[in-house]
């Protein structure tokens, strides 16, 4: 049984709130979409699948809140700020309304490895992580589980060794788990989107991203 959406890592939240742009509100339309797709929602056990986040300044990021999966729409208290978090001691520092995702060290991680990296989207799809890990699709090895330093650090070296400011991989100890990268929102979705389609051919229709050939 998958643990996903649990918290693993220790937390230190203040409370407050998160400012509402036209970025972040244009990124909670891209986490509806994904929701509609199946790609982020809860399992039937109740736990909660699927963050985005989006870059603030330096290392400093807005996440998706801890336990939002089976929210269509989040708004702005959905919303949570990493202040500052340590891959070595497990913690992470956040404010807002909301506590920050279970996935916040592996968002960290990402954007402190690739400094052109504006965005980031975690997602879980039973199709589309079979087909990547069939293919020769990027993937952490399988005997690293989420949420924890291990992860943090496979995350990195694989990241760093394409260092390109986009790129789509599979954690592969992280079951139905697959994560989008890029320098903003939209060329994190077109990643993940097109190789959705490629891993199905049956969805043609998802704006802004050709249909499969």
């Given at each position: ?56 300044a330096g290392?400093?990021f ?15 208290d ?13 913690r ?11 996935e916040?060290?592996?968002?960290g ?22 087909a ?18 291990a ?31 890029g ?26 991203v050709?249909?499969a050939?």
């Amino acid at each position: 049984m998958t643990d996903d959406g649990y918290v693993k890592f220790q937390v230190e939240h203040r409370p407050g709130t998160v400012p509402w742009t036209a970025a972040l509100a244009g990124l909670d339309g891209v986490r509806t979409e994904l929701f509609d797709l199946g790609m982020i929602g809860v399992y039937p056990n109740g736990i909660g699948y699927g963050n985005l986040s989006l870059r603030d300044a330096g290392d400093t990021f807005i996440i998706t809140g801890t336990a939002t999966g089976a929210r269509r729409e989040l708004g702005p208290d959905g919303w949570c700020r990493v202040d500052g978090f340590s891959a070595e001691d497990n913690r992470v520092r956040c404010s807002g309304p909301i506590a920050a995702s279970s996935e916040s060290m592996t968002h960290g991680t990402i954007y402190q490895a690739l400094s052109r990296v504006g965005c980031i989207i975690h997602v879980h799809h039973r199709r589309l992580f079979d087909a990547m890990l069939a293919g020769s699709d990027p993937r952490t090895a399988a005997d690293v589980p989420y949420g924890t330093p291990a992860m943090a650090a496979a995350v990195a070296a694989l990241v760093r060794a394409i260092p390109e400011p986009a790129g789509l991989f599979a954690m592969a100890g992280h079951d139905e788990g697959v994560v989008a990268y890029g320098p903003d929102p939209a060329a994190a979705r077109h990643l993940l989107l097109t190789r959705f389609l490629a891993s199905s051919g049956a969805l043609p229709g998802i704006a802004g991203v050709p249909p499969a050939r």
